[in-house]
């Protein structure tokens, strides 16, 4: 197979090009993939963090819930989402169907449950360390969580990526609710499904490369970030 | 309160290049999209009249469903039964011939069934029944798929009873059904702009072409903004209008891959 040879010189060409048309896709998918990832930890740690820390009924439950809803099938999300902010849907009047919105709106219901599954799990482990400190200090419940949510941070870092690599690597939820539109909704993931729908296969490869480039400097960038801490100590 | 109003600045600023611009959504068939067709003739569209179209291109079948959930301005699509359905169900006013070219049956080259020497597409598909051979079906209800199912019934072949055997149903587009043909050495009914613009042929040839059932004609709708109060149906129009006109025909017929014409207009049959 030539393919992989040919790959990866147009990826090279593609990059040192700075092709305007794979910028253009390439800021949508970091833009798309980074605000529902905002979204999804404003709402996912303390999510987490409470269900951590929390006993009350059917705790359990809702831990095993929010764990099995990770692998939530993007199409389904895709469909739901789709089905809702369709003109003839119930939010159609916003007029949001085809638009980054929908896009971000989708990624965020497939990373929240990541967010919040995972990192409360890691806040469970803190708590058995912190419980009987912070219950002689008798300090509020949303103080805790703050306290356990910092002190978690770099351990927490690695939920971020999880979320990040299901966002960014995900292509059949954001392909029903973008459509992918060309210079609107086409993310990289669209981008490969369509030039492999087209026989290009050593672009769609190329794409692939690329994609696969970003998210490794993110993540030595990440792994960076947590060795200074480790330097200083905090972790 | 706060984080609603941050959530809503979010977004206006996501879709900061949704709000400002005169645009349509066309729901659209795969072969238009997929062949260069709207690169090519949307802008020139943008140039004169100063509407951006966005294009979803999803196959015949889902378009006319997501143009009955009111999800888009303008359908293009290529199964003249269902867009006649769908004029007559009030979705839109009226149905506007396009343009036409034709489908065409590809396979590997040896042509393990013979299809090459048939004196029709009916006798054609005939062999391939006969002798067992693989086929790659779009199984996804677009324009393609109901005529190959047309001409499997025409030729007395119910295929149903050899589904997973060797008619292969794939529930995908166009281009991802040739790729799976070609990796399974097996004959395919495709769109002939599609396979013009296809890279990934391998030694992939059209055995079987010219046939009258064939012919593969593209209309063009406006949705009914009676229906769907949303429809942009002045920007809808405007496009249609184009589309028809003596000048948007001319750009259609000039549209070349390889030195071959993709698409011929026929608005003048309407």
């Known amino acids: 197979m030539d393919i992989f040879g040919d790959a990866f010189s147009k990826s090279f060409n593609l990059i040192f090009s700075f092709d305007i048309d794979l910028i253009e896709i390439l800021y949508l998918s970091a833009k798309v993939s980074l605000f529902s990832l905002l979204i999804s930890c404003v709402i996912g740690f303390p999510l987490g963090a409470f269900l951590a820390i929390g006993k009350f009924p059917l705790r359990n439950f809702i831990v095993a819930f929010l764990n099995s809803l990770m692998g939530l099938p993007p199409v389904v999300v895709g469909l739901i989402v789709y089905l809702y902010l369709s003109r003839s849907g119930p939010f159609g ?7 980054p919105s929908a896009m971000v709106i989708a990624q965020t219901i497939l990373i929240i449950p990541i967010i919040g599954s995972l990192s409360c799990q890691i806040l469970e482990d803190l708590d058995k360390e912190y419980k009987d400190l912070f219950k002689s200090f008798v300090i509020k419940r949303s103080q805790a969580i703050s306290a356990y949510l910092y002190d ?10 999880a979320g990040f690599g299901r966002a960014v690597s995900e292509v059949g939820a954001v392909i029903i609710v973008g459509g992918n539109i060309d210079h609107l909704t086409r993310v990289m993931t669209t981008a490969i499904a369509l030039e492999t729908s087209k026989g290009e296969l050593s672009l769609a490869m190329a794409l692939g490369i690329i994609l696969l480039l970003v998210s490794l400097s993110i993540n030595f960038f990440v792994v960076w970030i947590k060795h200074i801490g480790k330097v ?3 972790v | 309160m706060k984080i609603k109003i941050i959530v809503l ?3 206006c600023f996501v879709n900061s290049k949704v709000y400002c611009q005169e645009k349509i959504i066309i729901q659209s068939t795969t072969s238009t999209k997929n062949s260069g ?3 090519f003739i949307l802008p020139k569209f943008k140039k004169e009249t100063g509407i951006i179209a966005h294009v979803v291109a999803v196959g015949t079948g889902a378009a006319i469903k997501n143009a009955m959930n009111c999800d888009g301005d303008v359908l293009l699509v290529h199964s003249p039964k269902r ?3 769908f004029v007559n169900e009030g979705f839109s006013k009226k149905r506007f011939k396009l343009m036409y070219n034709d489908f065409v049956l590809i396979g590997p080259s040896f042509d393990p069934a013979n299809v090459k020497k048939q004196i029709s597409a009916i006798e054609a598909f005939r062999q391939i029944a ?13 324009g393609t798929h109901s005529r190959e199912k047309f001409i499997w019934e025409k030729a007395g072949v119910i295929t149903k009873i050899y589904s997973g055997k060797w008619y292969r149903e794939t529930g995908s587009g166009m281009g991802t059904t040739i790729n799976v043909a070609i990796g399974m050495g097996g004959y395919t009914l495709s769109d002939r702009a599609t396979w013009i613009k296809f890279g990934n042929k391998n030694d992939f040839k059209i055995l079987f072409e010219g046939d009258k059932i064939l012919f593969n004609q593209y209309g063009l709708m406006v949705i009914n903004e009676l229906k769907c109060p ?15 006109s003596e000048k948007g025909q001319k750009i259609i017929n000039s549209y070349k891959v390889k030195g071959k014409q993709l698409f011929f207009g026929n608005a003048k049959d309407n």
């Open chain 2, 130 to 142: 006969k002798k067992q051979k693989l086929f790659a079906s779009r199984g996804d209800n677009s």
């Open chain 2, 230 to 244: 949303m429809v942009n149906s002045k920007n809808g129009k405007k496009f249609v209008d184009w589309m028809i």
């Open chain 1, 152 to 161: 978690a941070r770099y351990s927490l870092f690695t939920v971020v990526l």
């Open chain 1, 93 to 99: 009047f916003l007029g949001l169907l085809y638009t």
């Open chain 2, 83 to 85: 867009e006649i359905k």
């Open chain 1, 232 to 234: 200083k100590g905090y």
């Open chain 2, 9 to 11: 600045l979010i977004f």
């Open chain 2, 37 to 39: 067709f709207y690169h």
